[in-house]
């Protein structure tokens, strides 16, 4: 048996093509390079596990299609040579490139105010990342295997091209079958499911409010048990009355928070009706500052961006949000983006609608808000067409997601001068980028409606996009953002694989950096959105301090 598995596992290893090797080994060195984040050993090993595999894929696909052209094959001496020589160059590169992985990782760790690594253990992540890599090439080679059983079958009544076309389509398709109608769908499933139980927690400590214009209280029209976890924290978490006029040194308004949960009614116009409805009843028309506030995928609204500005204009707001759905941004985006567009017409309209009807001096300012996903289905719920008649005032959007159409417009048609990671768009009379640093005052003047984007060039929420697998992103190009590694440098397929494996990852960063924003940006956005920028200057930075989160 020990002699079977040895011959085996011979037979196994010297099937792998030596130019595929090489490509893997090349595609191996280049993952473990920095990308916008920094990254465990684990999660590390992972990512260079599949470019490894996709490596691998390159090289052989080139030695087809060499093969396929039928071009001239080296003579064996030449080929011995050249085989020497590309071993020793590229295990060489190999050992350099593992050797470089922690001063790699504390570039970015430096960048974020992270504590530098000892060590990002090199050869661990080595290891997972070969163990990874032969798990998916011999997922890619049993596909190969079904294809050319499948061709053989087919060949026995049917022409060798047409059989190996069908065998090869079958397979396919029947791969595609099982991965989007039974995998897919089972770990969707198993995730919405996971994910609606823990919305269904409750946090230590978060007790139904008793406050009459709290949502979920006795008296309020929308049911507490209905709100979910994330909502209930919004409601009942922020500050109070006493706190803003404890800082502001004057009486001061308990702000308003109206929040509709996923099941608080069957259909979303029904939940955005309840919205209104709720509105109204704690008199939200009567505050100077009315935000529609759409959250990320959870239902999550950062206590960074609604609570600074309810610190900014004294507890003078009211904020209306509504759930759309259970799952994390990023998982959202890949199995349906659409809900948050939805979600945020939906209740726009609703909010919208009843607000045109109030007299124009005697209702409150409209303004947008959303993170993440929130960004994503916010910025097209205003249509333009809509209310140009009666416009709003504005909109904060932070960590917009690469499918934003609006900002991938805006970013597109950026003045030629400006950096693709903080664009400046035509004279910024409608619209301007922020980052860390505030440059919103551009000396040129705001026009009736301000919108502000706030975006860190270190987000890959912001910055991923299925062309890094090919093309080098305009990110890149010139000046980079104070957030990003001066190593990071764009490999084709590699950087793609690096800045998807970032996603998940977005929020494991101190705040701001990554997809972590910090309240002194959203501080910056709204104070210049709702034209506060009269506060004294040492107020403002006074909040700043007092909102300021540590690192760690």
């Not at 890949?334 to 607000?355: C, G, K």
């Amino acid at each position: 048996m020990g002699s079977f598995m040895k011959s085996w596992l011979l037979r196994y290893v010297e099937s792998f093509s030596f130019i595929g090797l090489v490509f893997a080994i090349l595609f191996f060195s280049a993952s473990v390079t920095p990308s916008l984040l920094p990254r465990n050993f684990l999660f590390q090993g992972l990512l260079s596990g599949f470019a490894l595999a996709a490596g691998y894929g390159v090289g052989v696909g080139f030695l087809n299609l060499y093969l396929f052209l039928e071009l001239p094959k080296p003579s064996d001496k030449l080929e011995r040579i050249s085989k020497m020589v590309t071993s020793v160059v590229v295990a060489v590169v190999f050992v350099v490139y593992l050797r470089q992985m922690t001063f790699w990782q504390n570039s970015i760790r430096e960048l974020m105010e992270m504590p530098p690594l000892e060590t990002a253990h090199p050869y661990t992540t080595a290891v997972i990342a070969v163990f990874s890599a032969c798990c998916v090439i011999a997922i890619v080679r049993w596909l190969g295997w079904s294809c050319r059983y499948a061709s053989r079958q087919l060949n026995r009544f049917l022409p060798r091209r047409v059989a190996t076309t069908l065998g090869v389509t079958m397979t396919g398709l029947l791969v595609i079958f099982i991965a989007n109608g039974v995998i897919a769908r089972g770990l969707m499933s198993s995730a919405d499911s996971f994910f609606a139980k823990a919305d269904a927690l409750i946090d230590e400590g978060v007790a139904q409010p008793e406050i009459a214009i709290a949502s979920g209280s006795p008296g309020s029209s929308i049911e507490w048990d209905s709100i979910g976890r994330r909502g209930k924290n919004f409601i009942v978490d922020g500050p109070q009355a006493a706190d803003l006029t404890k800082f502001w040194g004057r009486e001061c308004l308990q702000p308003v928070r109206v929040y509709v949960g996923l099941r608080s009614q069957d259909t979303i116009e029904e939940r955005a009706k309840l919205a209104l409805e709720e509105l109204i009843r704690v008199d939200g028309f009567k505050r100077s500052t009315l935000i529609v506030a759409t959250p990320t995928g959870t239902g999550w609204l950062d206590p960074a961006a609604v609570d600074s500005v309810e610190y900014l204009l004294g507890g003078d707001t009211a904020i209306v949000s509504m759930q759309y759905s259970y799952l994390p941004s990023w998982l959202t985006i890949i199995v349906d983006p659409t809900r948050s567009i939805v979600a945020s017409q939906v209740l726009f309209d609703e909010i919208y609608n009843h607000w045109i009807t109030l007299p124009k001096d005697d209702r409150p300012k409209l303004y947008l808000f959303g993170l993440s996903l929130g960004a994503f289905g916010s910025e097209v719920s205003a249509d333009l067409y809509k209310i140009f008649d009666d416009p709003i005032q504005g909109a904060v959007w932070s960590g917009p997601p690469f499918p934003s159409t609006q900002w991938q417009e805006l970013t597109r048609e950026r003045n030629p001068d400006s950096p693709a990671w903080l664009p400046r768009f035509r004279n910024g009379s409608m619209v301007r980028f922020t980052s860390q640093k505030n440059t919103l005052e551009s000396g040129q003047s705001w026009g009736a409606m301000r919108n502000v984007y706030v975006q860190y060039a270190s987000d890959p929420m912001v910055f991923f996009s299925p062309d890094l697998a090919f093309q080098k992103p305009a990110w890149l190009e010139g000046q980079r953002g104070p957030d990003v590694s001066p190593h990071l440098k764009w490999y084709p397929v590699v950087t793609f694989l690096q800045i998807a494996f970032d996603l998940p990852m977005a929020t494991s960063v101190p705040n701001g950096y990554g997809h972590n924003y910090s309240p002194s940006s959203y501080i910056d956005a709204w104070v210049a959105v709702t034209k506060s920028e009269d506060l004294p200057p040492e107020s403002i930075e006074r909040l700043k301090k007092k909102m300021f989160v540590p690192p760690f």
